[in-house]
């Protein structure tokens, strides 16, 4: 926590002193080379990257456009011998842009589920889950995102809660009972 509050105060006293010196250029060339900051830095260039935007102080906030965020998801179900990198890289891939596997040096996840860290679009609902084969059977994995923020869980979309939904009878069954799609 103490880094990430440390890399968006940094950025926002560079772009400060940007404006006000001339030939600050240089010292932001350093900041993108930094051991601790530099690939956040990077990555965030052009879109967002988890809660971080580079911003130069001339574009419009409404032309900022939030539309990924990186989440850590815990794929369970998976059977032992496929707790492995090649499978949370095949099952994160269903659901974005894989960043990060949680498994040892050797490549194997311990513990009751593998957990893949994913770059994965808000702008569309979350998978509840994906059925992958292991062995010739199939095997219905569930996903748990972790730290996941505000949450309808009726149309399973990021960006407002179950009161806001503007689709809420997506969440009535057959029988006209409501049940949501996501969880209570």
């Known amino acids: 926590m103490w880094v990430a509050d440390a890399l968006s105060r940094r950025y926002a006293l560079l772009s400060i002193l940007d404006t006000k010196l001339l030939g600050f250029e240089y010292i932001k060339d350093l900041y993108a080379q930094d051991s601790d900051f530099g690939d956040v830095f990077n990555a965030c260039e052009k879109v967002a990257f988890g809660k971080f935007y580079r911003y130069d102080g001339m574009m419009a906030p409404k032309d900022i456009v939030?539309?990924?965020?990186?989440?850590?998801?815990?794929?369970?179900?998976?059977p032992l011998g496929g707790m492995t990198r090649?499978?949370?890289?095949?099952?994160?891939?269903?659901?974005?842009?894989?960043v990060s596997v949680d498994v040892d040096e050797e490549g194997i996840g311990w513990g009751p589920y593998l957990r893949v860290q994913v770059n994965i679009n808000i702008t569309q609902p979350l998978m509840r889950g994906i059925i992958s084969s292991f062995n010739g059977s199939k095997v219905w994995i569930a996903f748990q995102y972790e730290r996941l923020p505000n949450f309808c869980f009726c149309c399973g979309i990021i960006k407002h809660g179950t009161t806001g939904c503007p689709e809420p009878a997506a969440a009535r069954s057959m029988h006209g009972k409501y049940e949501a799609q996501y969880g209570a």
Do not use: A, C, P, R
Request: glycine share 12%; proline share 0%.
């Open 66 to 78: 939030f539309d990924s965020e990186t989440m850590w998801i815990q794929l369970h179900n998976i």
């Open 86 to 98: 090649q499978t949370g890289l095949k099952i994160g891939s269903s659901m974005g842009e894989v």
